[in-house]
């Protein structure tokens, strides 16, 4: 039985792909933007280490993913962090009421920035067999850090914002690989 032909890729898919690289690249300078802004705001951050434990965790489902199966894992930990983020809003406008300024601003748009590259993700990688989601993935019901209070939900922040920046450098290298694998241009 012989192999199916592989489809040529067009421009538009290296467009596509490409505008993915650059989008995840936007994701993670404002996602780095947001973490300056918040330790400006809170300042006793500013010499915290966060730790090293990953609040997003995944499971690949075979020793070697393939590209596209990368892309799809990280679709659901970017679901995950969008979850989070969700989180960090309603809880902070619950402790705080809703409040105005740069952080503020910022953080809304670190929000629609991730949606958007979970919708771009979505196209480039669903299939018949795997139905992507672009929903939170994160019910925000866990005591934050155990210590609770505004002490509490401020070091939590500070978790989900460097969880953020991990996610979105995560996501503009295994976008970049795609759009290599998928004859993009090694730079872009």
Same mark, same amino acid.
């Given at each position: 039985m =012989?192999?199916?032909?592989?489809?040529?890729?067009?421009?538009?898919?290296?467009?596509?792909t490409g505008q993915a690289v650059a989008l995840a690249r936007l994701f993670h300078q404002e996602c780095t933007r947001l973490l300056q802004l918040y330790k400006e705001k809170e300042t006793f951050l500013s010499d915290h280490i966060a730790d090293s434990?990953? &609040?997003?965790?995944?499971?690949?489902?075979s020793e070697e993913p393939s590209v596209e199966e990368q892309v799809q894992l990280l679709h659901s930990a970017l679901r995950q962090c969008l979850g989070l983020i969700h989180c960090i809003i309603r809880k902070e406008e619950e402790e705080w009421g809703e409040l105005d300024g740069d952080y503020e601003t910022m953080k809304k748009n670190v929000r629609a920035r991730l949606e958007h590259l979970l919708h771009t993700t979505k196209a480039l990688v669903e299939t018949e067999d795997a139905k992507l989601e672009v929903t939170p993935d994160h019910e925000c019901n866990e005591e934050i850090d155990g210590s609770g209070g505004s002490f509490g939900l401020k070091v939590w922040t500070y978790r989900v914002l460097v969880?953020? &920046?991990?996610? =979105?450098?995560?996501?503009?290298?295994t976008l970049h690989v795609l759009h290599t694998e998928? /004859? /993009?241009a090694e730079e872009i």
């Open positions: =012989a192999e199916p032909e592989e489809q040529p890729v067009t421009a538009k898919e290296y467009s596509r434990e990953r &609040i997003v965790s995944l499971s690949s489902v969880e953020l &920046i991990h996610w =979105a450098d995560h996501a503009a290298k998928r /004859g /993009g």
